[in-house]
């Protein structure tokens, strides 16, 4: 229940419940790194985030998912709060198949084209590639592109 008494009904909505009780309470904390955001944090971050898909032509309420290529972790659920908030799926694409790096494309470029996401969300490592390294990572990209959290984030709200 959030504070006013009525049911949580989205992930975001949980969020932004814990923001407003317990605003400096770890919500993520990464294994490798010890990087963390409270609840305050989170929910902050991700009201940017959902404001920035929105501003680089994200659809709310679309079947069409958001994809990331993400390391699960701070920037991750960043996204994935902020995909809540707009009503609108998100796809994670295969980080984490080290030990055959052509199984995790195959199955990545699979699911570019099986979900035709509006636009992918890289993390720094996957964003780093070299030109024309996307396209044989991820097939088609979508209509919107690519980018990472932090170009979101940069749009602000005005």
Same mark, same amino acid.
């Given at each position: 229940?959030?504070?006013?008494?009525?049911?949580?009904?989205?992930?975001?909505?949980?969020?932004?419940?814990?923001?407003?009780?317990?605003?400096?309470?770890?919500?993520?904390?990464?294994? +490798?790194?010890?990087?963390?955001?409270?609840?305050?944090?989170?929910?902050d971050?991700?009201?940017?985030?959902?404001?920035?898909?929105?501003?680089?032509?994200?659809?709310?309420?679309?079947?069409?998912?958001?994809?990331?290529?993400?390391?699960?972790?701070?920037?991750?659920?960043?996204?994935?709060?902020?995909?809540?908030?707009?009503?609108?799926?998100?796809?994670?694409?295969?980080?984490d198949?080290?030990?055959?790096?052509?199984?995790a494309?195959? +199955?990545?470029?699979?699911?570019?084209?099986?979900?035709?996401?509006?636009?992918?969300?890289?993390?720094?490592?996957?964003?780093?590639?070299?030109?024309?390294?996307?396209?044989?990572?991820?097939?088609?990209?979508?209509?919107?592109?690519?980018?990472?959290?932090?170009?979101l984030?940069?749009?602000?709200?005005?």
């Amino acid at each position: 229940m959030a504070a006013s008494g009525q049911p949580i009904a989205t992930f975001c909505g949980a969020v932004d419940a814990a923001a407003a009780v317990v605003p400096d309470l770890p919500a993520v904390v990464e294994d +490798r790194s010890g990087a963390s955001l409270s609840y305050g944090q989170l929910s902050d971050l991700s009201k940017r985030a959902a404001h920035g898909l929105l501003r680089a032509g994200v659809v709310s309420r679309c079947r069409r998912p958001v994809a990331t290529c993400m390391r699960r972790g701070c920037d991750w659920y960043v996204v994935y709060v902020a995909s809540s908030r707009l009503g609108t799926p998100l796809a994670g694409l295969s980080t984490d198949l080290r030990t055959d790096p052509s199984a995790a494309a195959r +199955r990545n470029r699979q699911l570019m084209e099986e979900l035709e996401p509006q636009l992918l969300v890289l993390d720094v490592d996957a964003a780093d590639n070299a030109p024309g390294e996307e396209e044989e990572a991820f097939g088609k990209l979508p209509p919107l592109g690519s980018c990472r959290l932090q170009d979101l984030l940069q749009v602000g709200i005005e």
